[in-house]
T-cell receptor, first 116, second 114 residues
Framework: DAGVIQSPRHEVTEMGQEVTLRCKPI?????LFWYRQTMMRGLELLIY????????DSGMPEDRFSAKMPNASFSTLKIQPSEPRDSAVYFC??????????????FGPGTRLTVL | AQTVTQSQPEMSVQEAETVTLSCTYD???????LFWYKQPPSRQMILVIR??????QNATENRFSVNFQKAAKSFSLKISDSQLGDAAMYFC???????????FGAGTTVTVRA
C-alpha cells in the first residue's frame, strides 16, 4: 500500500486566497483525521470522519475552515479566505476501527502551507 | 480534556548511549492508550511504541522501551544504543479507549552526537 497520500506537499499562497488540501487515506481505513502543526500550538486535531461522516469538528478554528469527505478514498480541507496565521503543516491520518495495535493511525507526509 | 505534558524541549545523546524522554498525562479514564511518535526532519509521523493502560508490562520495540507508571501518570521513553537515525522530534500522545482522537504533547527534540 502507498500509505496516506497528501497533496500538495508545499503550498504558498497570498492572504485572501482559497486553499484546498487533499488527502487519500489508506484503502480500507474507515477513519480519517486532519491535524495542524504549528510551533505555537503543536499538533492539534481539527476534524475527523468515520465512514465519510464528520464525527467531531470541534477543533476547526473558524468558519473559514471546512472539510469534506465525498467518498472513502478522498478528503479535502479548505481554507477560504486564507490568512498568514493559517501557515502551518497540515497532516492527514487514517486508521481502522478496533483496538488492535496495527489499527492505529497512519500519517501522511503533511502539506506545508505558507500564507503571505 | 486530557492533557499531555513533555517537560523537556530538547535532549542530546552521544551515539550508542541511552536517553530517556519524559511524559506525564492527566486523565480520569481507566481505559486508555499511550504512544510515542517520532517525527524526523522529513516531517513524517511514525508510530514508535504503544502502551495499553490495562497492561502492567512495559512495551518494548527493539531499542525503544517505555516505563509506564500508571499511578503517577508517567510514561517515559528510553532509547538504547542511540543511532544517528534516531535524531528527531518525539511526541507523547494519549487517546481514550474506544475514542480514536489523539492528544499530543509539545514534543522533545532529540539530537544524537556522533
Amino acid at each position: 500500500d502507498a500509505g496516506v497520500i497528501q497533496s500538495p506537499r508545499h503550498e504558498v499562497t497570498e492572504m485572501g486566497q482559497e486553499v484546498t488540501l487533499r488527502c487519500k487515506p489508506i484503502s480500507g481505513h474507515d477513519y480519517l483525521f486532519w491535524y495542524r502543526q504549528t510551533m505555537m500550538r503543536g499538533l492539534e486535531l481539527l476534524i475527523y470522519f468515520n465512514n465519510n461522516v464528520p464525527i467531531d469538528d470541534s477543533g476547526m478554528p473558524e468558519d473559514r475552515f471546512s472539510a469534506k469527505m465525498p467518498n472513502a478514498s478522498f478528503s479535502t480541507l479548505k481554507i477560504q479566505p486564507s490568512e498568514p496565521r493559517d501557515s502551518a503543516v497540515y497532516f492527514c491520518a487514517s486508521r481502522l476501527a478496533g483496538e488492535f495495535s496495527y489499527n492505529e493511525q497512519f500519517f501522511g507526509p503533511g502539506t506545508r502551507l505558507t500564507v503571505l | 480534556a486530557q492533557t499531555v505534558t513533555q517537560s523537556q524541549p530538547e535532549m542530546s545523546v552521544q551515539e550508542a548511549e541511552t536517553v530517556t524522554l519524559s511524559c506525564t498525562y492527566d486523565t480520569s479514564e481507566s481505559d486508555y492508550y499511550l504512544f510515542w511518535y517520532k517525527q524526523p526532519p522529513s516531517r513524517q509521523m511514525i508510530l514508535v511504541i504503544r502502551q495499553e493502560a490495562y497492561k502492567q508490562q512495559n512495551a518494548t520495540e527493539n531499542r525503544f522501551s517505555v516505563n509506564f507508571q500508571k499511578a503517577a501518570k508517567s510514561f517515559s521513553l528510553k532509547i538504547s544504543d542511540s543511532q544517528l537515525g534516531d535524531a528527531a522530534m518525539y511526541f507523547c500522545a494519549y487517546r481514550r479507549g474506544g475514542d480514536y482522537k489523539l492528544s499530543f504533547g509539545a514534543g522533545t527534540t532529540v539530537t544524537v552526537r556522533a
